[in-house]
């Protein structure tokens, strides 16, 4: 990653300041910007903090401290001077940034009929998350996850951070591209949070693939059926099924005989089964493989692959750090 | 021979002022009613589209006429360079270009020069609303030059015909 791609989430008054965390953009996960508060920044998943000159430090007492206006300039920034164009995603709590960051943001929620939330005004908190690109992360996993030169209907399963989104991109790309366990197939990418792909203007930023096609921006259950419709594609990836509405129209895509790339959310799969709205699937064996990805020796990897009858099916060495 | 010449080149050029003078307003107007035409397309497209700033900087960039479509292609450019130079600095500086040869007047000219200070609103209806209420102050101004024009154009031309004559008599 280019220090320049860290740089260009702040505006010019700021840049100085970060200019040394932006150097090691590579090792760089995490920023949070909390007002009155001072700034941190999660490196190789040790948190430090910012020092006036731009330093890590682990000394809260050196630490620089983020004002409202600084808060505000960023938000403008990231924003593009048009906070209104990102309202729905201010909404859900987060945006996505050129190149697939995404910022959380936090504040005073406003509700509509005491119940919805409408938009979120005085955000005072962000968390910036890196994306980090890692082509060839999925190579180790490929074997299991193809049958006869068939993709297999596959659920990542992960903890939030270990990589599912990075794990994913990778699969799209190597599924779209073809490698030596089956040739290359039409993907339709759904990428809700613009997190996958990373389109700015329409054009991904990240390497998704020669065969992909990628519905930007759209919510996972219309996504899935207007690629379907148009682009008639081999396989359908989507991340973070949330719910019963993106369970349904998984089924539908698999129903019109897409094979279906997935992520959600946990750290078992028990715990994914225990999902009201997963128990289903799980039981009619929808997907042929399950992958686990989590934290090992602090590091985040596959901690197995799994068949549709959960019976472990890789050898787990295989994938030790 | 030549005082014949001489009438008719001073007429010509005292009804050349006036035309000039009444063109000048008809200008004014075209110039006003192009600027609401751009404002009302910027909040359909904030409003319809959604398209952030720099996104509609780049579509007026290419689909604007002179001189404001090369005033947004370069602003484009300049917010896709991410100097972090401001918005509001950036805005100026490609407007007051557009805007040097123009015939609409220095209020005209603040109107769209201060269009970046109603950004930042949290939603693109609000958000409409705000770059729209430049649009009542515009649609006063056609209305009144449009009327201006009207009243002042034969004025303007029987003054400077009159100028004309004045000066023929006045020099034979």
């Known amino acids: 990653m280019q220090k320049e791609e860290i740089l260009h989430i702040f505006p010019d008054f700021m840049r100085l300041t970060w200019e040394k965390v932006a150097e090691q953009a590579d090792r760089l996960q995490e920023i949070r910007l909390r007002v009155n508060q001072p700034v941190t920044v999660l490196m190789d998943h040790t948190e430090y903090f910012l020092s006036e000159s731009g330093e890590l430090t682990d000394r809260e007492s050196d630490a620089r401290y983020s004002r409202e206006k600084e808060l505000e300039a960023v938000l403008a920034h990231v924003c593009r001077y048009s906070v209104y164009a990102f309202a729905d995603e201010i909404r859900q709590g987060f945006m996505t940034i050129p190149g697939g960051h995404r910022i959380g943001v936090a504040g005073q929620v406003i509700l509509e009929n005491g119940e919805q939330v409408r938009n979120i005004k005085y955000i005072r908190y962000l968390n910036i998350r890196i994306a980090h690109e890692i082509k060839g992360v999925s190579e180790k996993a490929l074997p299991y996850l193809y049958r006869e030169g068939e993709v297999l209907n596959t659920l990542i399963i992960s903890p939030p951070g270990c990589g599912k989104t990075t794990m994913l991109r990778d699969l799209v790309r190597s599924f779209s591209e073809g490698n030596i366990y089956g040739k290359g197939r039409n993907v339709g990418l759904v990428d809700e949070r613009s997190e996958i792909a990373g389109s700015y203007l329409g054009i991904p930023q990240n390497d998704i693939g020669i065969r992909t096609d990628v519905m930007d921006a759209c919510p996972k259950r219309e996504g899935m059926m207007m690629l379907i419709r148009s682009m008639a594609p081999d396989i359908l990836a989507v991340d973070e099924l949330g719910d019963k509405e993106d369970i349904e129209a998984m089924h539908r895509a698999i129903r019109c005989g897409c094979r279906v790339l997935a992520t959600i959310h946990g750290f078992s799969i028990e715990e994914v089964r225990a999902k009201a709205y997963m128990k289903p699937v799980m039981e009619e064996k929808v997907f042929d493989r399950y992958m686990l990805l989590g934290k090992k020796n602090n590091k985040c990897n596959i901690i197995g692959i799994y068949d549709r009858e959960r019976n472990l099916c890789s050898n787990l060495q295989e994938f030790c750090c | ?172």
């Open chain 2, 1 to 172: 021979m030549f005082k014949l010449a001489g009438i008719l080149l001073l007429m010509a050029g005292c009804a050349g002022l006036g035309f000039e003078r009444v063109a000048e307003e008809k200008r004014r107007i075209n110039e006003l009613r192009e600027m609401r035409r751009m404002i009302v397309r910027m909040q359909d497209e904030m409003l319809y589209g959604k398209r952030t700033l720099p996104e509609i900087c780049l579509l007026f960039g290419q689909c604007m006429k002179e001189p404001y479509r090369s005033a947004f292609a370069g602003l484009y450019e300049k917010l896709e360079e991410n100097d972090g130079r401001d918005l509001t600095m950036l805005w100026e500086e490609q407007m007051d270009r557009c805007m040097k040869d123009m015939a609409i007047n220095e209020e005209e000219k603040d109107i769209l020069r201060e269009l970046p200070k109603h950004m930042g609103m949290l939603h693109e209806t609000i958000q409409a609303a705000g770059v729209g209420q430049s649009l009542d102050i515009i649609t006063g101004h056609i209305a009144s030059a449009q009327a201006e024009y009207e009243n002042k154009s034969r004025v303007i031309m029987s003054i400077s015909i009159m100028a004309g004559l004045f000066l023929i008599i006045l020099l034979l």
